[in-house]
């Protein structure tokens, strides 16, 4: 059985970090692309960061500069360290493993940056 399992998230005031964790069992860690997407009430589910297998990474440009994806193929688990964080960054935040025609998602981990 697969599970993604997301946590690290919370509320944090404008300019604050944090770092959300998504640590998987189930699946061959390393053969997955890992990616962070999130989703704010109303809208629609949008790409934040990827992570290749090969460590390559690719962000949306409104997070370009301020959050980092990473992976640890032995734990099993990617991150996404958030830095300088905006009103507009709060929205649910989910992890997704893709390999192929295979995808998986967390369950979503809430991040609220308000003041």
């Known amino acids: 059985q697969v599970q993604l399992v997301e946590s690290g998230g919370g509320s944090v005031q404008p300019g604050g970090s944090l770092r959300l964790s998504c640590a998987s069992s189930g699946i061959i860690f390393s053969s997955y692309a890992m990616s962070w997407y999130r989703q704010a009430p109303g809208k629609q589910r949008d790409l934040v960061a990827l992570?290749?297998?090969?460590?390559?990474?690719n962000y949306a440009d409104s997070v370009k500069g301020r959050f980092t994806i990473s992976r640890d193929n032995a734990k099993g688990t990617v991150y996404l360290q958030m830095n300088s964080l905006k009103p507009e960054d709060t929205a649910v935040y989910y992890c997704?493993?893709?390999?192929?025609?295979?995808?998986?998602w967390g369950q979503g981990t809430q991040v609220t940056v308000s003041s």
């Open positions: 997704n493993a893709k390999l192929a025609q295979r995808t998986y």
């Open positions: 992570i290749g297998i090969g460590g390559i990474t």
